[in-house]
DNA sequence: CCGTTCGACTGATCCATGTTAGTGATGGTC
DNA sequence: GACCATCACTAACATGGATCAGTCGAACGG
């Protein structure tokens, strides 16, 4: 797969054009690459790395762990998002990591990293594009959780799922393949996983959408953004920016 | 009032051992101070601003609105906070503004804060602590908003609230003055205002803690941080980190 | 001084969602 | 082939919190 087509470079061109040059900029950023297996925890928590990762291939998602023993997922990583650029730029994270599918990430050294935005400007700002995109969706995730109910909140998250894996070429207005388990998406929606099949159901006879056997299909998009509120705007994803 | 007696410093210092030098470079970059009256959106909605503002007197909340006439507000803002800062980083911010209290808040030109960061390490340092902490936050109040129950909610926000305040020296162990209306909270809280009151109520007949007339009590703070399982290490208060 | 607004506060009712306790299908493993 | 784990799915029941519909007191503008 040459850099243009890594989901990284097919996330960051759809917000800033990027020249031949930032893109073997990029390239040269790619570290040793790694598989993990699905399901163990790459359990970050508490430690304070030097490395991040861009991860390449399959699902991974960040959670906090409560003394109750429920969890709450803060977000969940797609093929092109960045693995613990905080705990690099800052101090160690405190949320726990854990992959949903086998996964592939290349390492990317803090160093390297500064250093390459200091030679190639639109790469930084491309980078922080994609950090402050991941921050607005962390905010509506949080409105959603305090004020939405749980089909708006389910549609929403669908919606934005769907539009984050058609800007690396995932998916389609049609739908999208999603490895996440019903119980992923409880933990993530603040629902108990026996009302996400009771919202799930109810969507699909209301023919909005349907969620089934690994795969997520729109059956009547335009009907779903309505009814979810969704907005593209926070997702910025209406064509490059910077020419 | 000295810088180092101002809560932005006060908060900063609590983090990292600033120099005279580096107090003196922090005196520099305050500019025009303005004032605005409560209640007044700011607005920042949709603008893309160079400029920033450190808060110095008063509190503000920032908001989203939805269509259905609800809002949910995503975090609250107290002397020597940052007002804004993301909007000047990065794209225009997609939230609302709007101050609580009558407040007074000093200009920060992005240019000026970038100068500052590149003569001194240890200052910038400092504002990515405060900057990642308050990210910290946000994704706290989103666990309490999937995870967590209402007195769990109130109490958690309320030790949040005091910790902050405590931090520039505005309350105590035993409680804090806090201006936010029952309205507030709930919006903050996901709640309505309805029971926002019937849980204060609980709270205090629990003996846990007071909110009357603009002003918090802790009555058993240790009591109230079991309650709500409130752990400090995300705010990483904890003295010091570089000496 | 009166009327208006706003915020704190309350009781009654209802419903969205959680909880508990299952069934059945699938796939992996020894 | 037996066993086990995991996941989708369901029904019955319980409940936290929303909603509705107020009262009351304080602050405020005219």
Redesign the interface.
Known sequence: MTVLESPFARKLTAFVTLSDDDLSALSDLYGRRRKYPAGRDMSHEGQKSQVAYILAEGWVCSY?L???G???I?DFQIPGDFLGL?SV???TS??SVEPITRIEASEIRANDLLEAFAKRPRLAAAV??AA?RD??M??E???G????DAPQRMGHFLLELGARLRLIGRGTKAGFDCPLSQYHLADA??LSSVHVNRVLRQLREDGLCTFRRGRVEFDDYERLVEMA?FDR??L?HEGP?LK
Chains 1, 2 share one sequence.
């Open positions: 906090k409560l003394p109750s429920t969890r709450q803060v905080r730029l800052f101090r405190d949320h922080l594009w402050s921050e607005a962390v905010v995730h949080l409105v959780l305090g004020r939405r929606l603040g509120e705007a926070y910025d920016l």
